[in-house]
């Protein structure tokens, strides 16, 4: 269990450290925090009071805080006191798991280059919402998940690392989720891992992944990774 926030790899002095936004359940919050990895989550944040992932996080030893976007009058308000919150932690890194609000540009603008989401499509196909639903509506035979940057555009910015699965003939919404969500857990902690490894750079559009050291376990993994 981490302790102090740090997650995994005590030993390592210049650990970068990262906020986690959440909005609800935190599953992918969760793998994160599972995979241990030489990171200090300095705190989870959610804009719902009542998300289950804040309470995993309390038990784990973590930061967890709510910041009710409902007690704002307008988005900006809301973005501001946000972004108080986060730099009051002083992340290298602001990871976006399962965040559903929408960020404003000023937002967006003031963590450039050091913010990062995970998307359930392969973007830039189904950016937003319901993208199992409109996969299937669109009778899709691939699906997957994205991680990437983020840009002022909804759901679309550098890619990091994509996962396919499969779309099978007898797929609902539920079920190609649960496909998708297992390969989300898979690659969001390996694309903070390069982060953590200072292996990620951003080369315009685009995200180059830098090798890893001699026997890296995740090698063959860079198969997937956007170049
Ligand atoms: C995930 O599919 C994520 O990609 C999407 O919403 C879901 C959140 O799941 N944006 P969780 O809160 O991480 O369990």
């Known amino acids: ?27 992918n919050m969760q793998a994160i925090v599972e995979a241990r990895l030489p990171l200090r989550v300095a705190a989870v944040i959610s804009n719902r009071p009542d998300a289950a992932g804040l309470a995993y996080a309390r038990e784990h030893g973590l ?9 704002f009058s307008s988005r900006d308000d809301f973005d501001a006191a ?12 602001l990871v976006l798991a ?25 973007l830039p196909v189904f950016p937003g919402l319901h993208t199992h639903r409109r996969a299937l509506a669109e009778g899709v035979k691939v699906h997957g998940a994205t991680v990437h940057f983020v840009t002022p555009s909804l759901d679309h910015g550098p890619i990091v690392i994509q996962a396919a699965v499969p ?22 902690p390996l694309a903070l891992r390069w982060f953590a ?11 180059r992944i830098k090798p890893g050291h001699a026997g890296s376990r995740d090698s063959a993994q860079l198969l997937m990774a956007a170049s």
């Open 63 to 71: 930061v967890a805080e709510a910041i009710d976007h409902r007690e």
């Open 1 to 27: 269990m981490p302790r102090d926030g740090y997650n995994g790899a005590m030993e390592s002095i210049a650990a970068k450290t990262i906020v986690i936004l959440i909005s609800g359940r935190g599953s």
């Open 82 to 93: 946000l972004a108080a919150a986060i730099d009051r932690h002083r992340p290298d890194l």
């Open 98 to 122: 399962g965040f559903m609000r929408i960020l404003g540009d000023a937002f967006v603008g003031r963590f450039a280059g050091r913010m990062i989401n995970i998307h359930p499509s392969l």
């Open 167 to 188: 779309v099978l003939p007898d797929d609902d919404e539920a079920t190609l989720a649960e496909r998708v969500l297992e390969q989300e857990h898979r690659i969001y």
């Open 197 to 207: 490894e200072d292996r990620l750079v951003l080369d315009g559009g685009r995200v």
